[in-house]
């Protein structure tokens, strides 16, 4: 019985995306969204149900079917349901649903309707297979089929250059983690025999003495290499500093998946699959410190860049990014409980700043540039109401979803012992100020102060489907932080993943009070004041601050240079080595030298022979002569003895 | 039986149809021929089906096998057999020639006869070199197989064809020579005997072992083609007509590959561990340097080129790390290459035959008049990529995983495909598929016929099938791959 609904839960978003996808046209565009929708809610509805069933204390591990066997390793699809899956599920399938009924108001006049429904849907499905693999090669299976869907639905929009351009980018940065991650998996096979996670952590801690000489006479712990080139998969998934270029051009892609896949699920997977390794991270303290520090500087170095931009969207994104980083300190601070906590609140905060900022976009026929809206307040209640209600969450401040999570996470940096801990815990507190500021600023600019649109065409609410999301999204913003008792300090996790004990708390109201005694706490406010002071008292201020900060703005503002840095060395450095290699090595030496070469040589040797018939007395008598000397000198210096 | 039917019945159908054809500027029984040429390869790819469903998954040896005497003054014989290693490529090459039939249906309408037919002979002569026991049968067959290639290319191909042709076939026969040398050699010093088996068991001193290998590594790595001899492939496929580059990339490569594991890897096992670091690292040059050519090629069909090159690469790598994860690693991705490349071939051919035109500047925005081409293409694209649930995944996933076993290193080499695979397949396909219609030729292309989707469609599902449930594929491997693996751990001398 819990089989089969373990089995519904990935396929019926997978039958509900074929079918839309081969039948669309058939099918017709209603259709198309209520067998989707459909599949979608069967999917939620099962995982709530596994859900309870995990609550009462049953697990699953199991395997499916047998992939492929190789030297004398079975390679299997299966899965694994415990309380971390069972969460990871509520959320991937609570958001998709969302997201799949806001849709219908988002892409309503879209010609690609049916296929847009077919790409969130194999989304789904894909994403939950991550979720729910129980080895190593199913993580890659999910892994890469979230990417290909992440690339089809960022050039959604085919025609667009922009889209297209940022699709492929995603997909090749993207690349360049997996490059890392199947590393991570080779190393992972070759020294457990096995991709099994149960098999792998329950020998992990046995092989701890291990090393790799990777490098001749330097020899590396070999879990922390594997750690390492795991993590390097996660960065680029969750998109962490220096593989980030990807998630801010991916706003090309229609907002419903921005919040779907590049904000609440998809980008989320690296922070999920560390947490699912934590038992292996816990026996490297190296890569943890790795991890603590890109963390770190993503958090802060992304957050600073949301404070710059003007595209509604993309300060969503930077906004994404600093969270992600977040998430990613946590993990380095070994509080995974605190990561996921973080991953979950963030799904339903950010899902609503990025829902709710599409239906400002479609109001303002697709208008992005925040300099271009103000006043919309009045305009767009129910957008605005949510929306605020997702900002004050993500600021963190108390009771909402992102106060809790958030100070889980720096508390946690501010006692870790890992090493890069203090550097840390400096970023992510001067973070809460800039969270706070960028996401106040987003608010003030577009829904406060005077209105900048076109007055000709004033904007509308929304429709319910798309603002029912909205209201039904931000009621976990507001109360899901309420769970950290159960969540982060108490025993939810159970043996899924490894926790450290902590008995410093002493119930939700105690916890809040204390934060909002707290240095976070006040450099929230003080962000939230300070973006109400630049953006609503003194418009013309931030400007005057740009000006001043020359340098320093404009680096901030082209993200530190690293696409351009990229284009540069690796795009075009890329390009110019294969024509290189192309027209230089293939051509010139090896077409040009040796094949043309040889038959030229043939053409010279068949040249010299016909020299020697030359039909000259004096020539053939010279040669004999020649010939007779040569024989003569051989035998004398006993040359064939 | 069913081995000499796999390979008669093609060639009896190939002479059967160029029969039917008559007069060769005379095209009336053109419609005929076609039936004849499409019932016939049918007829062929039915007659292995047995040969997988009758496998005997325990017996590492060989099986189906039929001997008779053909030239007994020189103990030559007609000996057939298959086991795990070749079983699934007579399956492949079978299957391979009905589509390259039905995709010919309409391109081809001058000497339709003589086209056909010769698809279909080689088809069989290609059966005839995955099944033969007998040394001097097998280089008859895979020398026969160069003659119809060669009249394919330099009768139905592209305006620089006759060089691309003699280019091929010069690379190839030169090759071979220098292999019927070390065949020669092989048969004198096992008293007078042409058959592979008792070769296997042949006691061999190293250095003769060393010069072995470079009798066959020539001719072998010509074939792959393996880096620096390579220079022939981009050349013929350019030229070759749509079937001609499909049956080149899906079946004739895999000869070469196929003579390491049949020939140098079990008769010269010393000789093979002694220079398995050359082969590694010719194979991780194509994998890197060609990925790389292929990433800045202008013309489609030579990026393809380039890109079976650099998936080869992998194959010779897989066999020469010595482990199960490596060598069957390489046998499922030679079966996967012939699905992938042959698609994609196939889909630069529906592109041309509409444009006449290879050069991905002409196109861009395929996508807005073609859509049920881009999404099959988008398939073959990313099993191209080796994403996983597709065929080119599998492959790649085990030989590097093999490649891990035996050096971190190797296998971050191979795994750089991940990047460059990537980025060579899908920065084509950006610039060919998506976009806004480049022009108005572009924009005025007719989608897929029925014909051309129900060929691209069959290797649609053959590609997610092997990428989901590669298990069916695998399970033949084991005993012969494990056999062959015991086999080059014991020295020979």
């Known amino acids: ?641 | 039986m069913l081995l000499s039917l796999a390979i008669w019945v093609p060639i009896l159908a190939g002479l059967l149809t160029l029969a039917a054809g008559g007069n060769e500027s005379d095209q009336r029984n053109a419609p005929a021929v076609r039936l004849i040429a499409l019932l016939g390869s049918i007829a062929g790819f039915l007659v292995t089906i047995p040969l997988y469903t009758g496998f005997n998954l325990l017996n590492p040896g060989m099986q189906f096998v039929e001997q008779h005497a053909w030239i007994p003054q020189f103990n030559v014989f007609y000996t057939l057999g298959v086991d795990g290693i070749s079983m699934l490529f007579i399956l492949l090459n079978s299957f391979i020639t009905i589509l390259v039939v039905i995709a010919g249906w309409r391109v081809i309408q001058q000497r339709v006869a003589q086209y056909l037919g010769a698809f279909l002979i080689m088809s069989g002569l290609l059966n005839g070199v995955f099944s033969a026991l007998d040394g001097l049968l097998f280089y008859v067959f895979f020398e026969a197989t160069l003659i119809p290639m060669f009249i394919i290319i330099g009768v139905w191909g592209g305006a620089n064809r006759v060089y691309a042709a003699f280019k091929f076939f010069l690379y190839t026969l030169f090759g071979s020579l220098l292999m019927l040398i070390a065949l020669l050699y092989l048969y004198n010093k096992s008293g007078g005997s042409f058959a592979i088996r008792d070769w296997w068991k042949l006691p061999l001193p190293l250095d003769a072992q060393l010069w072995l290998f470079f009798g066959f590594l020539f001719a072998f790595a010509v074939k792959v083609p393996m880096w620096p001899v390579h220079t022939w492939l981009p050349d013929a496929h350019v030229e070759a007509p749509t079937g001609g580059s499909v049956v080149l990339a899906a079946i004739l490569l895999k000869l070469g590959a196929y003579g390491f594991i049949r020939f140098t890897l079990p008769i010269l096992p010393d000789a093979s561990r002694e220079l398995a670091w050359l082969m590694i690292t010719l194979s991780l040059i194509a994998v890197v340097y060609i990925g790389l050519v292929a990433l800045v090629q202008t013309d489609m069909k030579k990026l393809i080129a380039y890109s079976s090159i650099s998936h080869m690469g992998f194959v010779t790598l897989g066999f020469f790390i010595f482990n199960a994860y490596g060598i069957e690693g390489a046998l499922v991705q030679m079966i996967s290459h012939g699905f992938v490349s042959a698609a994609l071939f196939l889909c630069v051919g529906v592109m041309y035959e509409r444009m006449h035109s290879r050069n991905i500047a002409d196109y861009g925005g395929v996508v807005n008049s073609m859509p049920k081409f881009a999404a099959l293409m988008m398939l073959f694209a990313m099993a191209n990529c080796g994403l996983p649930a597709t065929s080119g995944f599998v492959g790649e996933f085990m030989v590097i995983m093999g490649a891990m076993k035996a050096n971190f290193w190797l296998a971050f080499a191979a795994a750089s495909t991940l990047v460059f695979g990537a980025a060579y397949t899908l920065w084509m396909y950006k610039r060919v598929i998506f976009g806004a219609p480049a022009n108005d030729q572009v924009a005025a292309l007719a989608d897929l016929n029925a014909r051309e989707f129900l060929v691209l469609g069959t290797l649609a599902i053959a590609v997610l099938w092997m990428g989901v449930y590669p298990l069916p594929f695998t399970e033949v491997m084991h005993a012969s791959v494990n056999d062959l693996l015991r086999h080059l751990a014991l020295p020979k001398y």
Not at chain 1, 541 to 565: C, H, S
């Open chain 1, 1 to 641: 019985m819990m089989k089969t609904l373990y089995l519904l839960v990935p396929l019926a978003p997978l039958v509900g995306a074929v079918l839309a996808g081969l039948f669309g046209k058939t099918l017709g565009r209603a259709w198309a969204h209520r067998l989707t929708i459909l599949s979608v809610l069967i999917s939620f509805i099962c995982a709530l149900i596994i859900f309870v069933d995990v609550l009462n204390g049953n697990s699953f591990n199991g395997s499916v079917y047998t992939w492929a066997r190789s030297g004398g390793t079975s390679f299997e699809i299966g899965f694994l349901i415990d309380r971390l899956s069972a969460l990871m599920m509520i959320v991937v399938t609570f958001v998709s649903l969302m997201v799949h009924v806001y849709t219908i108001g988002y892409m309503a006049q879209d010609p690609g309707y049916q296929r847009f429904f077919a790409y969130i849907s194999l989304f789904t499905f894909s994403m939950l297979m991550l979720v729910m693999a129980n080895n190593f090669l199913q993580l890659f299976f999910g892994w890469e089929a979230v990417g290909l869907v992440s690339y089809l639905l960022i050039g959604f929009w085919y025609t667009r250059p922009t889209a297209i351009y940022a699709n492929l980018k995603a997909f090749l940065v993207n690349r360049v983690g997996d490059f890392g991650f199947l590393l991570g998996i080779g190393l992972i096979l070759a020294t457990f025999g096995t991709l099994d996670y149960a098999a792998v952590f329950s020998q992990a801690s046995a092989l701890q003495d291990l090393s790799l000489e990777i490098i001749p006479n330097h020899s590396w712990h070999l879990l922390t290499v594997i750690c390492i080139l795991l993590f390097i998969g996660a960065m680029g998934k969750s998109a962490q500093f220096p593989l980030h270029v990807w998630l801010p051009d991916s706003m090309e892609g229609p907002t419903p998946i921005s919040a779907l896949i590049h904000a609440a699920t998809m980008v989320t997977a690296g922070i999920f699959m560390v947490a699912r390794m934590s038992s292996l991270f816990e026996l490297s303290e190296t890569a943890r410190s790795v991890v603590l520090v890109i963390g770190a500087i993503t958090a802060l170095a992304m957050g600073l860049v949301a404070l710059t931009q003007f595209d509604l969207k993309r300060v969503v994104a930077y906004s994404t990014l600093s969270q992600l980083g977040y998430m990613t300190v946590a993990l380095g601070a070994s509080a995974y409980s605190a990561a996921m906590f973080h991953l979950m609140t963030h799904a339903f905060f950010k899902a609503v700043l990025f829902l709710a900022a599409g239906s400002v976009i479609i109001a303002l026929h697709h208008e992005q540039d925040m300099r271009r809206m103000g006043g919309l307040k009045k305009f767009m209640p129910w957008t605005y109401w949510t929306l605020l209600i997702g900002a004050i969450a993500s600021a963190g401040i108390p009771p909402l979803a992102g106060f809790y999570s958030k100070d889980a996470i720096i508390e946690a940096a501010q006692h870790s012992q890992t090493p890069g801990a203090t550097f840390a815990y400096l970023c992510v507190l001067a973070c809460v100020f800039v969270t706070a500021a960028y996401t106040f600023r987003l608010v003030f600019m577009a829904f406060h102060g005077e209105a900048r649109f076109d007055p000709a065409h004033p904007p509308h609410e929304s429709p319910a489907v798309v603002t029912a999301p909205l209201v039904l999204l931000a009621i976990p913003s507001i109360g899901a932080g309420w769970l950290i008792g159960y969540l982060v300090f108490g025993d939810f996790f159970l043996a899924s993943l490894y926790r450290e004990e902590n008995t410093d708390y002493h119930g939700l109201l105690s916890y809040t009070l204390h934060g909002m005694t707290a240095l976070p706490f006040w450099l929230a406010l003080a962000g939230i004041a300070t973006a109400w002071f630049l953006y609503l008292k003194k418009p013309q201020l931030p400007k005057k601050i740009a000006i001043a900060f020359g340098p320093l703005y404009a680096l901030v503002e082209r993200k530190y240079g690293f696409d351009e840095l990229y284009t540069r060395v690796f795009a075009l450095g890329a390009q110019r080595l294969g024509v290189g290699l192309w027209k230089g090595a293939d051509e010139r030496a090896i077409d040009g030298v040796m094949v043309n070469g040889s038959a030229r040589l043939v053409l010279w040797f068949s040249a010299v022979v016909r020299l020697l018939q030359s039909g000259l007395l004096y020539w053939y008598a010279f040669m004999m002569i020649f010939g007779v000397c040569a024989i003569y000198a051989l035998v004398k210096y006993r040359v064939f003895t």
